[in-house]
């Protein structure tokens, strides 16, 4: 950063002030959260399609989905979210130690959300329900049971690569956080990151009543 | 861009206030029971309207509060209102689409006898109540004429 402001090291030499740097990556953020709407929605229509041709398919799929675990999992995101958002306001405030804390519960929730995901899709696995082609049928399945699972495993497979790809850049911010990279000057990355991770709850609560709670 | 605040000190950032963060998860935690509620309340179709109903007033929040959304930049909000509306247009004129060809769909249905139980036959190799029922159906016994 020798190039960089001499008195502020994370301010970029090509913005004249933070709050010039931060609207710049508030934008960029908020264009990437654009695109990935649309990323989604492709598959937002797919599951439309399939389920508006086979009502009762889905009907008899989702009983496979155990809603306890949909819930507990839907409840572990909302909890990340709560502290991603407290996690902006301590950097907001100069608050190092809320802002740790916050960054790691942030990471801890993720990772449990993959935890219980790892135990879902076993369990699957555990029925013959791959992905796929890879599918077994049995007799316990009903008809075309393969169908909406694929449709499952490509929606919470997608979602899930971004909920890696969160626990990866809340690691980094949790390093940056713990050498006190971030104040109220300076926390463009928490308030980019915490809104990436907004839209990927709020996937999630679309994707949690689509999938697990068809009666 | 905005005034002539060069002075670093000068950019005060709006902090939420805890209740309101707090609230907010509240909130969302209480539409979450409730919509797994409802599932189980067997209302029938209407099921899926109040779901979503449900999932939208908690992204809804998301957006507006942990997203910042109500004390940002309008042109963020356009960006999220365009983002919604594309997806809807996607989703109309797919469906659309789909109602239209609605009858052939069923024609395929009939002409391919997609009604046997295993439609995947390949992977049954485990021989649940005989071989016979999985084979696909010789040409000649298809209902409809070609």
Known sequence: MSEGHHDAPFLAHHFESHEHQFNAGKLGIWLFLFTEILFFSGLFVAYAVYRSSNPEMFLGASKFLDTKMGAINTCVLLLSSLTAAWAVRCAQLGNRKGLILNLAITLACACGFMVIKYFEYTHKFHLGIYPGKWYEASPDHPLHLQTFFSIYYVMTGLHGIHVLAGMGVFTWLLRRAIRGDFGPEYYGPIDFSALYWHIVDVIWIFLFPLLYLIR | ?146
């Open chain 2, 1 to 146: 861009m905005s005034h002539d605040s060069h002075s670093h000190g000068d950019h005060k950032p709006h902090a939420l206030p805890i209740p309101i963060l707090v609230g907010t998860w509240l909130a969302l935690m209480a539409l979450t029971g409730l919509t797994v509620w409802v599932a189980d309340q067997h209302l029938g179709k209407i099921d899926f309207v109040i779901s979503m109903a449900i999932a939208t007033v908690k992204a809804t929040l998301v957006a507006l509060i942990f997203m910042h959304l109500l004390w940002d930049k309008g042109f963020h909000s356009i960006l999220v209102v365009g983002g919604v509306l594309l997806l809807g247009l996607f989703m109309a004129v797919t469906m659309f689409d789909r109602e239209h060809y609605q009858d052939s769909m069923d024609q395929y249905a009939v002409d391919h006898q997609l009604n046997r139980r295993y439609p995947v036959i390949e992977h049954t190799d485990e021989g649940h109540g005989g071989g016979e029922e999985h084979a696909p159906a010789p040409e000649g016994e298809a209902p409809a004429g070609h």
